[in-house]
């Protein structure tokens, strides 16, 4: 997994912005395998609900942004993406995208074969580029523009508890003024922006537990009933997900954009911590959340027993 556990969970729990500087050898994006359960997800997402993943703001002119990020899809990773300035290609999926034309380069790897191809094709045309680029990598994508401090462009299929019209188009202080004990976040929106936008690779680490097992967790399509009564009865194999983002950012040319990335992933709690050490860091991590982050982590009924559970691991 891609996700830092010791960078980023900690005791006090703070809501703040975690940036830390990528690595030299830290690659922004994560080709997906054919029929991995990402571009099942998101295939779904883009085959039959893609505005619920893909939000331009009007006037927003995203093809610039879209093909530096095209150029360094295809620096980071020839053998999984390929692009020219006009033809995008992925060669492992067997499609590719060149203006508003989707060829089949050969047949995919699961189902009837065509589907990806099918899926492009149902998408208008100027957004088959950013269709292929969610298929083809793991990560969801998003635009940061620091002149204006907005989300211009969004490509997010695989949201967590946020629906992306919701924040198109709007100033990062709206963006998040759900978030719980943001105070500190929304003070530095300013600087944060012209940081991610700069010269330097940054990357940040955002975590939860949750009773959602999908990847995708649009509110229109998850279950909003509140936890079980059981959620952690069973030591073992409790009712419980452990959600993670990996978040980069691509600073683009000339320096006032960046592409930010969100590599989402999800498994069962108990698989992921694994270790007393683990169990010890996150039930300090989540026994300083103040109610209103337990609140908006849907954390608050939970956390009890949530709390016990994680003690007899650390045990």
């Not at 991995?36 to 883009?46: M, P």
């Not at 680029?133 to 940061?144: G, I, P, S």
């Not at 003024?177 to 680490?205: I, K, Q, T, Y």
């Not at 592409?259 to 010890?280: C, G, K, M, N, Y």
Request: glycine share 6%; charged share 20%; net charge negative.
């Amino acid at each position: 997994m891609s996700f830092d556990f010791d960078a980023a969970v900690n005791a006090p729990f703070r809501m703040q912005p975690g940036l830390r500087r990528m690595a030299d050898d830290a690659l922004h994006l994560t080709p997906v395998g054919p029929g991995s359960r990402h571009q099942r997800e998101k295939l779904a997402v883009l085959s039959t609900t893609p505005a619920q993943a893909l939000q331009i703001a009007p006037g927003f002119d995203a093809n610039p942004a879209l093909h530096a990020l095209a150029a360094h899809a295809a620096r980071e990773h020839p053998a999984a993406f390929t692009w020219d300035g006009t033809r995008a290609s992925a060669p492992a999926l067997g499609v590719a995208v060149q203006g508003d034309r989707v060829e089949d380069l050969a047949s995919g790897s699961f189902g009837l074969g065509d589907e990806l191809g099918r899926c492009l094709r149902g998408l208008p045309a100027e957004w088959r580029l950013a269709g292929l680029l969610c298929l083809c990598f793991v990560e969801d994508f998003a635009l940061v523009d620091a002149q204006t401090g907005t989300l211009p462009w969004l490509a997010v299929a695989l949201p967590s508890h946020w629906a992306p019209i919701d924040k198109i188009g709007r100033h990062f202080r709206e963006v998040h003024a759900p978030v719980a004990d943001n105070a500190l976040l929304v003070r530095a929106s300013e600087h944060l922006m012209r940081m991610v936008c700069g010269p330097e690779r940054w990357e940040r680490f955002v975590w939860n537990v949750t009773r959602h097992p999908r990847l995708n967790a649009h509110p229109a399509n998850v279950d909003h009933a509140p936890w079980p009564a059981d959620a952690f009865a069973d030591a073992n194999a409790p009712l419980a997900w452990w959600r993670t983002e990996r978040q980069s950012f691509i600073s683009l040319p000339g320096e006032t954009q960046a592409v930010f990335t969100i590599h989402v992933e999800i498994e069962p709690l108990a698989t992921a911590i694994d270790s007393a050490d683990r169990a010890a860091r996150l039930r300090d991590a989540i026994a300083t959340m103040s109610d209103a982050v337990l609140a908006y982590r849907s954390l608050s009924t939970v956390r009890e027993p949530l709390l016990a559970w994680l003690a007899a691991r650390a045990a």
